[in-house]
């Protein structure tokens, strides 16, 4: 059998801990530790701005995704915890909003979810758009096995529809950030 590039470097990386473990030494180094993980559950929203065609609220569903992409984006830059978002995080979160209006109507499935993905932490967000001028922000941050939240917060934001989302969702990144140590 051939010996390949990938099974050189296992067998030598194999001699090389057998000579280290002989000399009383450690030749290979410890992993880093892995980064806590979190889930960004998507923003619920909740409009009573009165304006429900159906190019707005295709839009204010984009804009939510931004938010939430916004977050996820600040967080994880700042390397304290890593952002698990993934085709099976979505469908988890995704399968939650069958049984609910919105996941996060159901905090104790939204942790169950975020446990499973085996993260440690967890956000949900939720959205209240007063008008196409102003909106309530809401947040709340879980450590997964925790009773309580870690973080909740609440804001108001005046601006542009787009505008208003992508800015609490910044201001919202930065106070997960503070809490998470």
């Known amino acids: 059998m051939p010996i390949t590039k990938p099974l050189r470097w296992v067998l030598a990386g194999a001699i090389t801990a057998l000579i280290g473990a002989g000399t009383g030494t450690s030749a290979i180094a ?9 889930v960004i559950e998507a923003f619920d929203l909740f ?65 169950a979810a975020a446990r499973q993905l085996g993260a ?32 909740v917060r609440s804001m108001e934001v005046k601006a542009d529809n787009r505008t208003m989302i992508l800015r609490a969702a910044g201001t919202m990144a930065a106070a997960v950030e503070h809490h998470l140590g």
Not at 30 to 38: C, F, H, M, V, Y
Not at 65 to 71: F, K, P
């Open 30 to 38: 410890a992993p880093p530790p892995a980064r806590p993980g979190l």
């Open 47 to 111: 409009d009573t701005s009165a304006d429900h065609r159906a190019f707005v609220v295709a839009d204010q569903k984009r804009w939510l995704a931004e938010g939430a992409a916004r977050m996820a984006q600040v967080i994880a830059a700042d390397g304290k915890v890593t952002v698990i978002d993934s085709p099976a995080s979505r469908r988890r979160i995704a399968a939650i909003a069958h049984d609910y209006q919105h996941p996060s109507t159901c905090r104790s499935c939204v942790i």
């Open 120 to 151: 440690r932490y967890v956000f949900i967000g939720s959205v209240h758009k007063v008008s196409d001028l102003i909106i309530y922000m809401r947040g709340e941050l879980d450590r997964i096995g925790d009773p309580r939240p870690l973080m």
